[in-house]
């Protein structure tokens, strides 16, 4: 197509007779002869390389025929029509048929030309030039007004209802249109993101594509001052001459000249009163006088922009909200499901790696949930600058991550467990977080594509599965397989079971003293519950408790089993049975219950008992979670004493027991089990022993089964002990009767042995 940077001159044969119009072409003299008596206006004959071949006037135009025997067509035209004249011209050619365009001319030509360009089939045009009388002049004013308004409307209507992710493409289809109609070469979107301008969209006339814009993306403030200054205070910036620039404009001319443009129009981009950017349009080798009708139509241009692009940006807002962690900025659950489901139609071989991070709860009771969070902002920056390309990386929630790693066709055990390791190895280096540093370690779930599950959700339940099953096991990594599967159903199979059990209460509970280390009186006993299923055998109370604190189902037992402990009591001391007090176990989510409180003060009161008749044994991990302060000493204003239970085993520091309102520590039973296999656990317990003593605390030693243990617990100060040695945990028949008959004390508590 013809661009207007050739401008082919006048030609010689300018017959204004009206004669002959011999031709090398495909029309025969009959036709030239009918063409010329039949038409009134100026005709043009322009060869195949656009240059002037014959002008024929009947002599209604001087003016026109003047210029076109001194300078060719173009003169005659405003720069803009002189395009509209070529791409015409172009068009005629490529199409095979008549164009006509409405054509604006140069000072001292006819204000408004209409000229139909009728091509001849072997290259060359015939081109009538027709003067428009000012009323038609008029008419051609409102009809450029309508093509503006319809052009505008249809751009509108491009943008009502459109997909955001369709806002992209419809702002590149207008460039287009609008290239087309102002005449440009380029146009462009420039956006101010940031303090930076950056180019994001673009439409180019075929030839124009492999130049630069010519604002790439920099501070605009400092950059294009004076084009941004402009755009504020005039609205709309129309360049004619590029090298004509003012002085001030310096940075935007060598811009501009480097980009190799002649002429620009900027129109700005305006939300709210705020400049979001401009729509520029360049010309590259034309000096370009933008028409009145060209700037118009960017104006409304720019204002749908405007809207577009803001909704656009809400849009984006909106999704970064829905699918985005806001703490982390990693991709939330919702994001990660869709992108997992996504590989798994492309039928990608993948792994899936859920990462729970062991210590962050702890982190998060000693040094706050500040620290916490940063922890967990610390891990994923981490993880994000550490790991290869071609993964995404999720916050799972909490202090789970879960990542899809690509696997090529490599999915076999050895490689999925080392990147596991890998990614092991590469958080447990030490992290500084607001000051402190942190040592941390986490368990690995891994489920792979498509050999661990074909969908989404199956993929995601085993990954979970597989991590259940890391945080039991010593290396904390599980690659998911059938077994864990099979787990999960029995698992399920208990559920349904303990359910049951819960609404028939059909639990039982056994009573294990505890007795002064000394002078082997009895201090207590401790209440532990016992479930035996009519399907399922005797459950070992570790694992249905475990199961009820997951279940929530441990909130009805536990206020099942405080009933029966107070009624129990009751009797026995109506009976005339001496027990000073019962222990009873409690988890972490009976003390997160709002009603635990009352629930005892209520039970104390119906059965007559007094609060010191009860004493509440807490682990020590749960002890450690969260503030339970307040609850502790309502507790203690009931009278109620509270245990330390299974401590060594959790993360507390004596320091931090010591401001907790808490009467006893039991020692966890696996360092008695090992007092005399492990020297670490002998030193241990006596160290645990000073301090407790030290903190006004009394010690239990749990799970003494040997003198030799017993022997070494009083010689080292133990206050209590309860084990097999003295007592297994009875039925409450059983233990009324040794209440009744007192506890057969090992010799160490015979009289010559006490000292
Ligand atoms: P725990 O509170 O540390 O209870 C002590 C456990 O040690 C009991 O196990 C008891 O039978 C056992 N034990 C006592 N002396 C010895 C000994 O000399 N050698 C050995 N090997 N074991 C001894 P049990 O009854 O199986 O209970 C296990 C755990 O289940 C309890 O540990 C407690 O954490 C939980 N539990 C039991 N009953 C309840 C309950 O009613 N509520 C809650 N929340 N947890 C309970
Ligand atoms: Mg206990
Ligand atoms: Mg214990």
Known sequence: MNDGSRQPGADRNVDQTGGQLAGRGTLSPIELDTVLRTVSDCVVILDGSGHVHRVVSPGQSPAVLD??????????????????????????????????????????????????????????????????????????????????????????????????????????????????????????????????????????????????PAFGRRPYRSEIPWLIRSLYDLELVSIEDTSGLPAEAHRERGNLLQAGVSSMLAVPIIYSGTLQGFIGVESIADRHAWSDEGEQLLRGAGDIFASALQRKRSEQRIFQLAYYDRLTG??????????????????????????????????????????????????????????????????WGGDEFMLTLPLGTLDEKDVLLHQAGEL???????????????????????????????????????????????????????????????????RKRLETRLRAAVDASSFSLCYQPMVDAVSGELHGAEALM????????????????????ETGLIIPMGEWLLERVCSDLAMWRQAGLQLPRISVNVSGHQLLDERLATLLENLLQRHGLPGASLELEITESTLMEGEKCKLLQHLRRLGISVAVDDFGTGYSSLSKIKHMPVNILKIDRSFIEDLFIDRNDRAIVIAILAMAHQLNLRVVAEGVETEQQLAFLRESGCDLIQGFLLAHPLDPDGFANLLRTGLALPTLFTPETLQ
């Not at 798994?344 to 969070?373: K, P, Q, Y």
């Not at 661990?452 to 039991?472: F, I, M, N, P």
């Not at 016992?530 to 604190?549: N, T, Y």
Request: glycine share 8%.
């Open 67 to 212: 210029a076109l025997q001194t300078g060719g067509i173009v003169p005659l035209l405003t720069p803009t029509s002189a395009r509209a004249f070529w791409h015409a011209a172009g068009r005629a050619r490529e199409r095979g048929r008549p164009e006509t365009v409405e054509l604006s001319g140069s000072q001292g030509s006819p204000r408004v030309l209409s000229a139909r360009l009728q091509p001849t089939g072997d290259g060359r045009l015939i081109c009538a030039l027709r003067d428009v009388p000012p009323a038609q002049a008029g008419q051609q004013a409102l009809d450029a007004r309508f093509e503006i308004h319809r052009m505008l409307n249809q751009a509108s209507y491009r943008f009502i209802n459109i997909h955001p992710d369709r806002i992209d493409t419809a702002i590149d289809q207008t460039l287009a249109d609008l290239g087309s109609y102002t005449g440009a070469d380029r146009v462009y979107v420039y956006q101010l993101r940031n303090r930076l301008l950056t180019n994001t969209h673009g439409w180019c006339r075929n030839g124009q594509e492999a130049r630069v």
């Open 330 to 395: 990693l991709p939330n659950r919702q994001l990660l499901r869709r992108h997992v489901a996504r590989l798994c139609e492309r039928g990608d071989t993948f792994s899936l790696l859920l990462i729970d991070l062991r210590d962050a709860g702890t982190i998060n009771d000693l040094l706050g949930h500040d620290v916490g969070d940063l922890l967990l902002k610390a891990v994923s920056a981490r993880l994000r600058s550490r790991l290869p390309g071609g993964n995404v990386l999720a916050r």
């Open 424 to 490: 092991q190895s590469m958080l447990a280096e030490p992290l500084r977080v607001a000051g402190h540093e942190l040592r941390i370690s986490c368990s690995v779930g891994i489920a792979s594509h498509p050999r661990h599950g074909l969908d989404v959700d199956s993929l995601l339940r085993h990954a979970e599965l597989a991590l259940r099953q890391a945080k039991l096991s010593l290396d904390g990594l599980m690659l998911y397989n059938q077994g864990l599967q099979r787990r999960a159903a029995s």
């Open 530 to 549: 016992r479930w035996k299923d009519s399907e399922l055998g005797q459950i070992p109370p570790d694992e249905f408790i475990a199961l009820a604190e």
